[in-house]
C-alpha cells in the first residue's frame, strides 16, 4: 500500500519559517509530479506550489518568492520551504503526488493527510 506522510507544520510567529516534507511511503513507487495545496477555513483549497519529474516549478501569485518547492527522489520526499510567513499562510497544507512503479507504466493521484500551519501576528 502507499501513502503520503506529511510533516513539518506547527505555530510560528510572522516572518519565520517552516519546512514541510512529505515522503512517500513504498519506495517501490517514484514521483512523476508533486504539489502542495492549502486550506483555510471556509474558504477553497488552492494550489500552492507544484513540481514536476524535472524539476519545473510553479508558484501561486500569493507566496511567489517566499515558499520554495523542491524534491529528492532518492529520498521520496518533496519539501516545501516557507519564508517570510504572513497570517493569512494559515491554513491545513496538503500534498499531492503523482506516483508510479519504479520500472512501470502505471501511475495515480495520492494526498496526504494534512498539516497544521498556522502564523500569529
Known amino acids: 500500500q502507499v501513502q503520503l506522510v506529511e510533516s513539518g507544520g506547527g505555530l510560528v510567529q510572522a516572518g519565520g519559517s517552516l519546512r514541510l516534507s512529505c515522503a512517500v511511503s513504498?519506495?517501490?513507487?517514484?514521483?512523476?509530479?508533486g504539489g502542495w495545496y492549502r486550506q483555510a477555513p471556509g474558504k477553497q483549497r488552492e494550489l500552492v506550489a507544484a513540481?514536476?519529474?524535472?524539476?519545473?516549478?510553479n508558484y501561486a501569485d500569493s507566496v511567489k518568492g517566499r515558499f520554495t518547492i523542491s524534491k529528492d527522489n532518492a529520498k521520496n520526499t518533496v519539501y516545501l520551504q516557507m519564508n517570510s510567513l504572513r497570517p493569512e499562510d494559515t491554513a491545513v497544507y496538503y500534498c499531492?503526488?503523482?506516483?508510479?512503479?519504479?520500472?512501470?507504466?502505471?501511475?495515480?493521484?495520492?494526498w496526504g493527510q494534512g498539516t497544521q500551519v498556522t502564523v500569529s501576528s
Open positions: 513540481i514536476t519529474n524535472g524539476g519545473t516549478t
Open positions: 499531492n503526488m503523482n506516483l508510479k512503479l519504479r520500472f512501470g507504466v502505471r501511475a495515480s493521484d495520492y
Open positions: 513504498n519506495s517501490f513507487f517514484s514521483i512523476n509530479a
